[in-house]
């Protein structure tokens, strides 16, 4: 099992930043992909980026520019850094940790049916 701790959410004026820290504990050492994802008020969850224990990532094509993810595998924490947030960024996000296998194509990750695990989730508000 893993378990995964988010922190860093709140409220931010548009054109702000935040950063977003998850750190893993359990099993963690066979963990692939660690990754964010939220979900807005009646809306989908969504991938918003993602970072394979090579350090290569991915991005929502509407954060591209403004997000940037890392990770720190000595400490099992992936960060998320937000700058120039839109009130459109506003949602709940959830820390992602994915064991199995993976490739990349047309920029994203695609995962083969391994085990994901998922934190409770921090909220981000933008808004004046």
């Known amino acids: 099992q893993v378990q995964l701790v988010e922190s860093g959410g709140g409220l931010v004026q548009p054109g702000g930043s935040l950063r977003l820290s998850c750190a893993a504990s359990?099993?963690?050492?066979?963990?692939?992909?660690m990754g964010w994802y939220r979900q807005a008020p009646g809306k989908e969850r969504e991938l918003v980026a993602d970072i394979t224990s090579g350090s290569s990532t991915s991005y929502a094509d509407s954060v591209k520019g403004r997000f940037t993810i890392s990770r720190d595998n000595a400490k099992n924490t992936v960060y998320l850094r937000m700058n120039s947030l839109k009130p459109e960024d506003t949602a709940a996000y959830y820390c992602?940790?994915?064991?199995?296998?993976?490739?990349?194509?047309?920029?994203?990750?695609?995962?083969?049916?391994?085990?994901?695990?998922w934190g409770k989730g921090t909220l981000v508000t933008v808004s004046s």
């Open positions: 359990g099993s963690v050492l066979s963990i692939n992909i």
């Open positions: 992602n940790a994915y064991r199995g296998g993976s490739y990349y194509y047309a920029g994203t990750h695609v995962r083969g049916g391994g085990m994901d695990y």
